[in-house]
């Protein structure tokens, strides 16, 4: 089955990155493109994605979900080749880059004293406290995106609050609507539930 060679995708990567490098070079529409031009497909095919996740989830068929991560992948090495004409980084430092952020956050895996008997959401909190750590000196922590979704948003802020031990301060009651919303937001993260995919799910169900 694919995937369970453990061979590298190396060969594969280096075969596609050198097609985006040919069609920079040789079509007039991908030469036009630049980082914020490209942002608009980056955020649909990252939508389309997720949709592809939950309608597998629900069929059991993942092959939509491989299509779709090729398409977010298009805009990874896309981006990459742009910065690697102007000289800024290329795929190998973003690879480098991350690899070397998940050794650092996972010591429980890549430490020299491995540890096994860690639960998740201690491996959650560790890695909270190792990011934390990393900002600059002085640093506040980093707002979430507020392009996100609304629900993904009210959830990260609540989490932000619930790290640094501030009250939420929502109001269930509310005559707010916005209020309420907030206080059903607080509700799932009590409940140990993402409410972006809850309401994603519940309003899937009435298509």
């Known amino acids: 089955m694919p995937g369970q060679s453990g061979e590298p995708a190396a060969g594969a990567v280096a075969e596609f990155v050198a097609v985006m490098r040919r069609l920079r070079a040789e079509c007039p529409w991908k030469q036009e493109q630049t980082h914020r031009s490209l942002v608009r497909y980056l955020l649909e095919e990252t939508y389309e994605t997720v949709d592809a996740i939950d309608e597998a989830e629900a069929t059991g068929d993942f092959a ?4 779709e991560l090729g398409d977010l992948l298009l805009q990874v090495v896309f981006h990459a080749v ?16 991350i690899t070397a952020k998940m050794r650092r956050r996972n010591p429980h895996v890549f ?22 750590a990393e900002r600059p000196e002085g640093a506040g ?4 995106p507020s392009a996100l979704p609304a629900l993904l948003y009210a959830d ?7 790290r640094a031990g501030l009250p939420l301060d929502v109001v269930a009651d509310s005559p707010d609507l916005g209020e309420r919303l907030l206080a059903l937001v607080a509700e799932a993260r009590a409940a140990g539930t993402d409410p972006e995919q809850a309401l994603r799910d519940a309003a899937r169900r009435r298509r």
Not at 86 to 94: A, E, K, P, T, Y
Not at 111 to 129: F, I, K, M, N
């Open 82 to 97: 742009i910065a690697e004409e102007r000289g800024d980084f290329d795929l190998d430092d973003v690879a480098r880059g």
């Open 111 to 132: 430490g020299d004293t491995p540890d096994e008997d860690l639960t998740a959401e201690q491996v959650d909190a560790r890695w909270q406290r190792i990011k934390a």
């Open 141 to 144: 922590p980093q707002d979430p």
């Open 156 to 162: 990260k802020v609540l989490g932000r609050r619930e």
């Open 64 to 67: 939509h979900v491989a299509e």
